[in-house]
């Protein structure tokens, strides 16, 4: 039994968040149209927001992934032999721990690794898997999976989850970036375990995002929080509606926030002000949804081979494992 407390390796730390935050709101707000990436939602209310949303009715995928993982968390197992355990965008890590569970049972894995960009929800499911499995060590990372990959432990018999469907939240450039250097970190016969939304019909993909009660409002609306606080900026929050769209070329669904009234925003912090006509939208986050073959052309266009693909009773969203080759 390990007594150690989890151990930290802080990658994204306060100054550099606000770097890329700056950076990110200037070419985002400047941009026609304008846009902000997800990765800013994640503050800690962001995060507790997320956690939230993910259990309303409507939104199905986190159940549907879920389903799939207790159905084959022990073949994930027995297929990859995993002695290490890292998770992309681990936020509570709560899936997780049908994997780790069917780790300790399978004899063979001995690490976990959270990666995320939120420090305190980090610190949070560190915490919580330290104690839940006291046999198991613990090691957390902060840092953007887009920047900070070199920040993953080397070891044998690797297996990287990227759950959630959360590789959509990626334009296709960015996703094959990701992939390929996550290619690059992983040795030959490392795995992925990898959650995507598939297409199915308009009105479900929407209304995942849609609720009556307004969490997913306020979540999407908790970017501008963000800024307020970090950038010294002055969105007057209440005054942006939450919009949900299906962009059927795209194949994805587009979370955006719509200026109810012209409005002027000053960044105090870039010195920087950003007029918004009254309906003008800003996009927030797009979640894309796939087809089998393209995500599995995808993953092998960054060094994947598929070898299991795992949909769920519904085919609304599937868990594939795929080996680095």
């Not at 389903?67 to 027995?78: D, I, K, N, R, S």
């Amino acid at each position: 039994m390990l007594s150690e407390r989890p151990t930290f390796d802080v990658r994204l730390g306060a100054e550099e968040r606000t770097r890329a935050l700056r950076a990110d709101a200037v070419a985002g707000l400047t941009a026609s149209p304008k846009w902000l990436r997800p990765t800013w939602f994640y503050d800690a209310h962001g995060s507790m927001l997320f956690d939230e949303l993910t259990r309303l009715p409507g939104y199905y995928l986190t159940r549907a992934e879920a389903a799939v993982l207790a159905g084959h968390a022990a073949e994930v197992v027995a297929a990859t032999d995993v002695h290490t355990l890292i998770e992309l965008g681990s936020g509570a890590s709560t899936k997780t721990r049908l994997i780790i569970e069917a780790g300790h049972e399978h004899g063979t894995l001995r690490r976990f690794v959270g990666f995320d960009v939120s420090e305190s929800a980090l610190a949070s499911a560190a915490a919580t898997l330290s104690a839940r499995y006291p046999w198991l060590a613990v090691h957390a990372v902060v840092g953007d999976f887009t920047r900070h990959l070199d920040a993953l432990p080397a070891d044998r018999n690797r297996l990287v989850l990227f759950l959630g469907g959360t590789i959509g939240n990626l334009l296709p450039p960015d996703r094959a970036q990701l992939l390929c250097g996550l290619r690059a970190v992983l040795a030959a016969g490392d795995a992925l375990l990898l959650g995507v939304g598939l297409v199915t019909d308009p009105d479900t993909m929407v209304r995942a995002y849609r609720d009556p009660d307004g969490r997913t409002a306020e979540f999407n609306r908790n970017v501008l929080r963000v800024l307020n606080r970090a950038l010294g900026a002055d969105f007057p929050v209440e005054a942006f509606d939450h919009v949900v769209r299906w962009d059927a070329e795209h194949e994805w669904v587009q979370l955006l926030l719509r200026a109810t009234r012209a409005i002027t925003v000053t960044l105090g912090a870039v010195d920087l002000t950003i007029p918004f006509a009254s309906g003008e939208l800003l996009c927030t986050a797009v979640s894309t949804r796939f087809h089998r073959a393209g995500i599995t052309a995808e993953l092998a266009a960054a060094g994947f081979t598929v070898e299991q693909w795992w949909p769920d009773d519904t085919d609304r969203f599937a868990v594939t494992l795929a080996r680095a080759r």
